[in-house]
């Protein structure tokens, strides 16, 4: 009697993510975002932190609402999504060239600033009823219209409120400017929903081919008696 054993494929561990944000004028909705989708985070004390930590981590919110940053700052960027890392970034200071942090922040600025609206597409939209309303807690700049990547929202105006690729995702607005606070909760769950699909494991594949090779194989071999 042969035993037949069906591989089913198995995800990959649970992520681990590291958060940071650099100040924030209202409350920001990713660490409850986070908490919902992931369970745990750990939060970085500063961004020489975020920097020297983040390799050990698969997934990344940076939120850079308040200060302004050079490209050695963030130097572990590129690194991180060459390993496999995925990563929410948002930063204020429209002057900057965010290719210098990474090339994979392959968006730039419009110049246009602190649209109050947005509306959201697919496959940020569950759950979401356009548009979104924003405002502002206390900033100078608390959205920045963006051009580049896959358009994810659209300001008002026409501009990208948010750019995405298979492993990065840019806000063009703060984390803490929702008008509707558990409405900008359920568009960070679906960023983070987004990032954290699940993928086999590399080696769960191969055992799921060679389980489906040797089944096969079995099944020839009943036809050929």
């Known amino acids: 009697m042969v035993a037949l054993f069906v591989l089913l494929p198995v995800t990959a561990p649970h992520a681990s993510v590291l958060y940071f944000s ?10 409850t975002a986070i908490t919902n989708v992931y ?33 050695t700052d963030f130097s572990n960027i590129t690194p991180f999504i060459n ?5 929410i970034f ?22 246009d600033v602190n649209d109050t609206q947005v509306n959201v597409f697919a496959p940020f939209n569950t759950g979401i009823t356009n548009p979104i309303d924003l ?3 206390g900033w100078g700049i608390f959205s920045m219209g963006l051009n580049g990547m896959t358009q994810g929202a659209q300001f008002s105006n026409g501009d990208t409120a948010i750019a995405y ?22 568009l ?21 081919s060679s389980g489906l090779a040797g ?5 020839r071999r009943l036809f050929r008696k």
């Open 215 to 219: 089944l096969a194989g079995f099944r």
């Open 135 to 137: 405002y502002n807690p």
């Open 165 to 186: 690729s298979s492993q990065v995702i840019v806000n063009g607005f703060l984390g803490d400017v929702f008008d509707d606070y558990d409405v900008g909760v359920q």
């Open 83 to 87: 390993s496999g890392g995925k990563i």
């Open 39 to 71: 369970g745990t985070f750990t939060t970085a004390a500063s961004a020489v932190d975020f920097n020297s930590n983040l390799l050990s981590y698969n997934v990344a919110v940076l939120l850079l609402q308040n200060l302004t940053y050079n490209a």
């Open 22 to 31: 650099d100040g924030d004028a209202g409350t920001n909705v990713f660490p």
């Open 188 to 208: 960070a769950m679906n960023e983070l929903n987004y990032l954290a699909t699940p993928v086999p494991e590399p080696g769960t594949m191969l055992l799921l």
């Open 90 to 111: 948002t930063y204020w200071q429209t002057g900057s060239t965010p290719s210098s942090f990474s090339p994979y922040l392959n968006y730039t600025y419009t110049g």
